[in-house]
């Protein structure tokens, strides 16, 4: 399902076309100044970590850690060093130790390349806002001591950044997000299923995208949910699509994911019902990761990157 903006737009038969050019705005510069505020934003989250009950994000498994974690039977073969003798003394039950054991917490972002996420009519684009998420949530897992892996796709899995890990590797991952292109039709599913196949390290999947697939985002998201991955929906949306008051009289319009051309007269209250169409939308996105457990944040593009990572932060979307 695709909203305005269209990927083109005829004002009559004889009218030109009009169709907006690839590019690179200002805002996907990553210069010193952007650095420095990464930083700025990595200490503010460490405050916001140092509030709750962990301060960092890890996750655990069972090996040959410190923590305690649980007992098991002994069976033959078993290294007798972990064998709990205080237990056996007191039941004569021989049982092992089993500890925890903690591994970095890796933080996939799966990032929405298609062509609807380069759309728009001001400086800024969903893809470009985007991509400073991506880099600035990044930026502080790598900072976590984390990794972090950049997962563009559209209608597949694009070429991807591998796992990294260091906070002097952030300026690979700029070169990387700065390559990246919006084009082509979104297929979540099918990328949802290569990802889930391709990575066996479980972790945090971080989804930026408009969500506008035509064949829905249901059951892309519950296979990232059902592979073991913590996921974090961030809803990306351009205000123009709320009120396309451009948009006027008899018009061909051509949907930007599928390509499907309709003919349409637009008049009051055709953009009344398309905005309560979008905002049902919204909320049935909405209503659904909060079923499934699955975090949640929308925001306009035309919100500074700052203030949208901050909210992420103080909703505890993103620092557990």
């Not at 092992?96 to 001001?122: C, H, I, K, Q």
């Not at 470009?128 to 930026?139: F, P, S, W």
């Not at 391709?198 to 995208?209: A, E």
């Not at 006027?248 to 319009?253: I, P």
Request: hydrophobic share 40%; with cysteine; net charge neutral.
């Amino acid at each position: 399902m695709a909203f305005w903006p269209f990927r083109k737009r005829v004002a009559a038969a004889t009218a030109p076309v009009i169709e907006r050019a690839p590019r690179h705005t200002p805002s996907r510069v990553f210069d010193e100044a952007f650095l420095h505020r990464l930083e700025s934003l990595y200490l503010v989250s460490r405050k916001i970590a140092a509030g709750r009950e962990h301060a960092e994000r890890r996750s655990k498994k069972i090996g040959s850690g410190l923590e305690f974690a649980d007992h098991r039977d002994y069976t033959p073969g078993d290294d007798i060093r972990h064998l709990d003798w205080q237990v056996y003394a007191r039941t004569e039950k021989m049982l092992l130790r089993r500890y925890e054991e903690e591994e970095d917490l890796v933080v996939y972002f799966l990032l929405d390349a298609s062509r609807s996420m380069g759309m728009g009519l001001g400086e800024v684009t969903k893809l470009d806002l985007a991509i400073r998420l991506a880099a600035a949530l990044g930026y502080v897992a790598l900072a976590n001591l984390d990794r972090m892996c950049v997962v563009p796709f559209g209608d597949k899995i694009l070429e991807r950044m591998p796992p990294t890990r260091g906070k002097n590797q952030i300026f690979k991952v700029f070169r990387f997000l700065e390559g990246i292109e919006a084009g082509g039709p979104t297929s979540l599913e099918e990328a949802a299923r290569k990802f889930v196949h391709q990575n066996k390290r479980r972790g945090m999947v971080v989804v930026l995208s408009d969500f506008y697939d035509p064949k829905g985002y249901e059951t892309a998201l519950n296979v990232l949910r059902y592979h073991g991955y913590e996921v974090l929906a961030v809803h990306l949306f351009d205000e123009a699509e709320l009120t396309p008051e451009a948009l006027r009289g008899d018009l061909s319009v051509i949907d930007c994911e599928t390509g499907e051309m309709k003919e349409v007269t637009i008049t009051p209250r055709l953009l009344a019902k398309y905005r309560e169409v979008h905002a049902r939308f919204s909320d049935t996105l909405r209503d659904f990761c909060k079923k499934s457990q699955i975090g949640y944040f929308k925001t306009p593009i035309q919100v500074p990157y700052d203030d949208v990572v901050l909210r992420i932060f103080r909703s505890g979307g993103f620092l557990q």
